[in-house]
T-cell receptor
Framework: DARVTQTPRHKVTEMGQEVTMRCQPI?????VFWYRQTMMQGLELLAYFRNRAPLDDSGMPKDRFSAEMPDATLATLKIQPSEPRDSAVYFC?????????????FGQGTRLTVV | GQNIDQPTEMTATEGAIVQINCTYQTSGFNGLFWYQQHAGEAPTFLSY????GLEEKGRFSSFLSRSKGYSYLLLKELQMKDSASYLCAVVSGGYQKVTFGTGTKLQVIP
């Protein structure tokens, strides 16, 4: 049963601490998306990668956020230092362009609370 | 940039039909997705439209008009389990960037 795996599922941390979220995309998918979801903003695209190369990270605050793909089986999203306004659910999704579209398969998300 | 608009909330009666609209403005349009998201869960795929017209899949249908920048999701024979948020997402650009609207929260009442 192929699925996108995100860890941790929940994270509570103090303001100023570093947070690292991990994502294992579905094997064979070459596109990875990071989204943040809050009640007020909905799903916001933070960054996405194709074949491990970043294509667009314009939605990501550069001063504290960073996204990488060390290899094809791992994507990471780091926040340093974290702030209370970063509290949200962070979703990773993966896909492969097929017939002109890339259907995004979502992981279960990491619920981050910064206190 | 992109602009995707959906109603924030809708309420409909069990057994009825409901239409959820989505309008968008974008350059390099490739296609449009509809996703369903139950509270506390991840979004799941419902449909994809790339050409104008209606795509039917069971109780759910999705329509696209590229010239009008308009799509709708039609849900028939509503069931209580259809209470969820419905997200419109536009695919654009050579790299097929997927951008979501803020979603429409649908409440199905008895």
């Amino acid at each position: 049963d192929a699925r996108v795996t995100q860890t941790p599922r929940h994270k509570v941390t103090e303001m100023g601490q570093e947070v690292t979220m991990r994502c294992q995309p579905i094997l064979g998918h070459n596109t990875v998306f990071w989204y943040r979801q809050t009640m007020m903003q909905g799903l916001e695209l933070l960054a996405y990668f194709r074949n491990r190369a970043p294509l667009d990270d314009s939605g990501m605050p550069k001063d504290r956020f960073s996204a990488e793909m060390p290899d094809a089986t791992l994507a990471t999203l780091k926040i340093q230092p974290s702030e209370p306004r970063d509290s949200a659910v962070y979703f990773c999704a993966s896909g492969t362009p097929t017939g002109g579209n890339t259907e995004a398969f979502f992981g279960q998300g990491t619920r981050l609370t910064v206190v | 940039g992109q602009n995707i608009d959906q109603p924030t909330e809708m309420t409909a009666t069990e057994g009825a039909i409901v239409q959820i609209n989505c309008t968008y403005q974008t350059s390099g349009f490739n296609g449009l997705f509809w996703y369903q998201q139950h509270a506390g869960e991840a979004p799941t795929f419902l449909s994809y439209n790339v050409l104008d017209g209606l795509e039917e899949k069971g109780r759910f249908s999705s329509f696209l008009s590229r010239s009008k920048g308009y799509s709708y999701l039609l849900l028939k024979e509503l069931q209580m389990k259809d209470s969820a948020s419905y997200l419109c997402a536009v695919v654009s650009g050579g790299y097929q960037k997927v951008t979501f609207g803020t979603g429409t929260k649908l409440q199905v009442i008895p």
